[in-house]
């Protein structure tokens, strides 16, 4: 025998769009001699390269011993070959409201213009500003730090994991609450930095921005970007765990990737102006001991 395994399946799948694609007989290359319907399904989005999965139904899956057949990449690749950046923070200015209930930042001057020429030559002045804020303030990054006593803080956390690394849009249907593996399943998402799309940056600044209704990343979602190995999640939301009254306050989507050393950056903005794929991604917050997040100046590289 071939030592290699395929399995044979029916499945029906829901879009969040609308339609639905069934299939007969279907057959995909795996690891062993046996998966579980829920792998399998996210492996079988990704071998289509399917979009805006909402659900995926197996049904008369039989595993057979026979040699693989090689599946198909799923990738993308930017517009262009003008090199850009694009910015994909929030401004922070003095009184902002980035959580509703939380401090707003306090922008004064510590020496002023006016102050400083009694200090210089003629004709010579400086400007020094002060700000006083909490770390949450605008597009900010979580570190291990933010969620576990023992984690890596912004000191400790390695620039390599923040910086100029890989990019990859997970572009999502307009009214998606939920993003869950399977909506994730069609991606290669190793050693990339994964932004979510939800467009819910353009209520930043609304009450409607910290209702309810804001999208988030589920805990099977969060868990599969930990198995792919993603090294960084990013999304535009006001949070990337669901602050809806059922959760009761829970974090699934901080606890699992803070635990496997992927950072989070949450109140991102801009990500329509990103290709899906083929771009740098940076995130990267001052060097301070003994905390968890911090305020980030985020942006893309498109080439």
Same mark, same amino acid.
């Given at each position: 025998?071939?030592?290699?395994?395929?399995?044979?399946?029916?499945?029906?799948?829901?879009?969040?769009?609308?339609?639905?694609?069934?299939?007969?007989?279907?057959?995909?290359? /795996?690891?062993?001699?046996?998966?579980?319907?829920?792998?399998?399904?996210?492996?079988?989005?990704?071998?289509?390269?399917?979009?805006?999965?909402?659900?995926?139904? /197996?049904?008369?899956?039989?595993?057979?011993?026979?040699?693989?057949?090689?599946?198909?990449? =799923?990738?993308?690749?930017?517009?262009?070959? !003008?090199?850009?950046?694009?910015?994909?923070?929030?401004?922070?200015?003095?009184?902002?409201?980035? *959580?509703?209930?939380?401090?707003?930042?306090?922008?004064?001057?510590?020496?002023?213009?006016?102050?400083?020429?009694?200090?210089?030559?003629?004709?010579?002045?400086?400007?020094?500003?002060?700000?006083?804020?909490?770390?949450?303030?605008?597009?900010?990054?979580?570190?291990?730090?933010?969620?576990?006593?023992?984690?890596?803080?912004?000191?400790?956390?390695?620039?390599?994991? &923040?910086?100029?690394?890989?990019?990859?849009?997970?572009?999502?249907?307009?009214?998606?609450?939920?993003?869950?593996?399977? &909506?994730?399943?069609?991606?290669? =998402?190793?050693?990339?930095?994964?932004?979510?799309? !939800?467009?819910?940056? !353009?209520?930043?600044?609304?009450?409607?921005?910290?209702?309810?209704?804001?999208?988030?990343?589920?805990?099977?979602?969060?868990?599969?970007? =930990?198995?792919?190995?993603?090294? *960084?999640?990013?999304?535009?939301? /006001?949070?990337?765990?669901?602050?809806?009254?059922?959760?009761?306050?829970?974090?699934?989507?901080?606890?699992?990737?803070?635990?496997?050393?992927?950072?989070?950056?949450?109140?991102?903005?801009?990500?329509?102006? &990103?290709?899906?794929?083929?771009?740098?991604?940076?995130?990267?917050?001052?060097?301070?001991?003994?905390?968890?997040?911090?305020?980030?100046?985020?942006?893309?590289?498109?080439?």
């Amino acid at each position: 025998m071939s030592g290699e395994y395929r399995v044979r399946f029916d499945a029906e799948v829901a879009f969040a769009n609308g339609g639905g694609l069934s299939t007969q007989g279907f057959r995909l290359d /795996i690891a062993g001699d046996r998966i579980d319907d829920a792998d399998l399904a996210a492996l079988f989005v990704r071998h289509l390269g399917l979009l805006m999965v909402s659900d995926v139904r /197996i049904t008369n899956k039989t595993v057979i011993e026979e040699p693989h057949k090689g599946g198909r990449a =799923v990738g993308g690749s930017p517009d262009g070959a !003008t090199r850009r950046l694009i910015e994909l923070s929030h401004l922070v200015t003095d009184g902002m409201i980035t *959580l509703p209930g939380w401090p707003a930042p306090k922008i004064t001057e510590w020496l002023t213009r006016e102050a400083s020429r009694k200090h210089y030559a003629a004709g010579t002045e400086f400007h020094v500003a002060r700000i006083d804020m909490i770390a949450n303030t605008g597009t900010y990054l979580d570190t291990p730090a933010h969620r576990y006593a023992d984690g890596a803080d912004l000191s400790a956390f390695p620039l390599d994991r &923040l910086a100029d690394l890989p990019g990859l849009v997970v572009r999502l249907p307009a009214g998606t609450r939920a993003v869950d593996r399977l &909506l994730l399943a069609p991606y290669d =998402v190793a050693g990339k930095a994964v932004l979510l799309h !939800t467009g819910w940056d !353009t209520h930043f600044g609304t009450p409607g921005y910290g209702t309810p209704e804001a999208p988030y990343l589920t805990a099977d979602g969060a868990q599969a970007l =930990v198995d792919a190995k993603a090294t *960084l999640v990013g999304i535009d939301s /006001i949070n990337i765990d669901d602050m809806g009254p059922a959760a009761r306050g829970e974090r699934p989507a901080h606890s699992l990737l803070l635990a496997a050393g992927i950072p989070i950056v949450e109140h991102l903005t801009g990500l329509d102006a &990103l290709p899906p794929a083929g771009f740098r991604f940076t995130a990267t917050p001052p060097r301070v001991a003994g905390m968890g997040t911090f305020t980030v100046r985020a942006f893309g590289v498109v080439d």
